[in-house]
Each structure stands twice: as C-alpha cells, then as structure tokens.
C-alpha cells in the first residue's frame, strides 16, 4: 500500500471461539467457529470491507494463534507489517455466549498479560501514524504500560503532525472502550485521568452512555457530548442502545439518529461496524446525520450475523439496507469511498 493509509487501528487483536449454537450456556457448547478479534482490529476489517485501505498496530504471542491472525488480517485485505510477536505471552483468546437479543456475556483469556498490551513508543512508526488520514486508539490500550505510553506517544505525533500543518489528517479517533477487567485499579476514576491525557489529542470521541460516563463524569447524553466538548474533541458520538446515537459538532450541529432496525443474533461485533462505517463517512467528508445512519445500518447487518470480524459488510450491503425493502446490493452508489 503505497502513500499514507486511510485507516491505522492500534490495539486488541486475537481470536475469537464463539459458540455455533445460540442458547445455550459454554458447558453445553459442542461446537465453535474461530475468527479474528479484538476491537480496534475488527474495526480495520470493518472498513477495509468497505473499500478503505486499512492496517493494525498491535503485538501477538509467537504461537499458531498468532500466525493465524496474520493470515486473517491479509484475508481481509488489512495491512498487518505492524502486528508483531512477543515471545513467552500467549495469543488471546476470547469466548462468549449467544442468547439473542441482549445478553452476550464475554470471557477474556489474556493472562499472565496480552500481547498489545506490550506495545512499546519505541516500537511505532511515528511518521506512517502521523500521516495517516484517520488513526484510531482505543481506551484498553490506555489500561497499562507499555500500551498507555505507546498509545499517548502515537497521539502526540498526531498532534505534533497537525501543528506544524503536515499531511492530511482527517480524524484521531478515541474509542473509550470501557473494559473494567483489564485496568489493575477497575475503577472509572483511576482512568478517568488517563482518558482525559488521550482526549486531549482526540479529534472524535465514540462511546456508549457508560463509557462517557469513565470518560467524563457525566450520565446524560447531551451532557456527556458537551464534556467530550470540552475535553478538546471536535466531533462526540454518544450511543444509546435501542435510543440510538447523538452525534454533536463543535460548530453546532447536532443529529439524533434511531437504531436501524435488526433481529439480533449476537451483537457484539456491531460496535465495531459502526465504528468502521464512522471511519469510512469521515473520510468521505459525510456530515453527522448522514454519517450515523450509514454506521447504524452497518451496525445492523453485523448484529444479525453471528461472526464479528468475518460479518463486517461490504458497502452495497449497507446501500441496500439503507434503501429500503426489495433493493438489490449495488443500486445505490453512496457508500462508494471518496
């Protein structure tokens, strides 16, 4: 891929072992599908899906599972030469289980420690960070060092970048991405600093009601848009579950979006097509309505799949769903890059 990138992630990666039978608890489990996983790293597939030329920072155990990660990313057309090994630290592995609509419950291996979680500022590639049009961190990599300092030193090349007025920087995406089991401390006010370090050189800020919450303080959504605000976004997306998303812009503008409608079968992978759709419309310049309604509908196709990684859509997928009942993939053109 020649050029700055449209899109580099920088965290989680590892696999998923997801149960093929919804309804039943993992000790009645028989079989299971392996996919690739990891938050940010799904997000890279999400949008690499959608036409955008993506890649993933991120750190593997030296293992047959980290081999497999490589195979996946370049399946799914994502540039993985910043995916590297740790010997001695094991691969992640995560399990769920699937009783649609609304409960998914997630069990983590990533003991003695996760590899992306030893990501070292040394380690980076400032300037290929610093070029890239969007680049997306995640608040997991802020849970423990190395990762919080590798991820707050990207973030300073970003900014460092935009002062001096170089390249062609659309967004630095901050995903708050609570996950209380991977702080030592597992308390919101412990990250809550740490947060704040990472929103200071954020540009777009996207997280659910509680993540806001460790975020900000706030509970409210216009509340919580106002305080990620203040901290120094310039874009805040608040997702509210089945009261969909508030996007607010620093200029004003603000859009109220409902969740496109879905027969949920496992809806953990549709946060991350959201966010690979949110990736996608910024970089073709979409305003805030335009840009929710395109990542709830991507949102949508995912949590009615079962996969995460491998359920991302392509955009006539997305097209298709936004036109309504009865249309074929391909008749409408507006999810084409840009």
């Known amino acids: 891929m020649a050029g700055p990138l449209d899109l580099i992630t920088m965290g989680r990666i590892g696999v998923d072992i997801y149960p093929l039978q919804t309804g039943v608890p993992l000790p009645r489990v028989e079989t299971f599908g392996k996919f690739l996983g990891g938050s940010p790293t799904n997000v ?86 610093a070029a890239a049009r969007v680049f997306w961190i995640s608040g997991t990599g802020l849970c423990d060092e190395p990762s919080r300092g590798a991820t707050l030193a990207a973030l300073r090349a970003r900014t460092d970048a935009g002062r001096g007025g170089r390249g062609g920087q659309v967004a630095t995406i901050f995903d708050l991405d609570w996950r209380p089991m991977f702080w030592p401390e597992g308390s919101p006010d412990a990250a809550r600093e740490h947060y704040r370090a990472a929103l200071a050189h954020a540009t777009v800020a996207v997280g659910n009601l509680a993540e806001c919450a460790v975020a900000t303080g706030a509970t409210e959504p216009r509340a919580c848009a106002d305080a990620l605000l203040a901290a120094g976004v ?85 097209d298709a769903l936004l036109a309504g009942p009865g249309a074929e993939p391909g008749n409408a053109p507006q999810g084409s890059p840009s």
């Open 44 to 129: 890279a597939v999400a949008a690499a899906r959608l036409g955008r030329a993506a890649a993933v920072i991120s750190r593997t155990g030296q293992d047959p599972f980290g081999e497999y990660c490589h195979q996946a990313l370049r399946e799914f057309g994502v540039d993985d030469r910043w995916v590297t090994a740790v010997p001695g630290l094991p691969t992640p592995v995560t399990f769920c289980e699937i009783f649609p609509p609304d409960d998914f419950p997630l069990y983590f291996y990533r003991l003695p420690k996760a590899p992306d979680l030893v990501i070292r500022p040394e380690e980076l590639d400032l300037p290929a960070i």
């Open 234 to 318: 310039e874009l805040a997306v608040v997702k509210q579950g089945p009261a969909g998303v508030l996007l607010a812009h620093r200029d004003g503008t603000t859009a109220e979006v409902p969740p496109h409608p879905v027969e949920v079968v496992n809806g953990l992978g549709a946060g991350d097509a959201f966010g690979g759709a949110l990736c996608h419309g910024l970089l073709a310049g979409w305003p805030p309505e335009r840009l929710a309604r395109y990542a709830n509908a991507a949102g949508a196709l995912v949590a009615g799949r079962l996969a995460c990684s491998a359920a991302m859509p392509y955009a006539d997928e997305v």
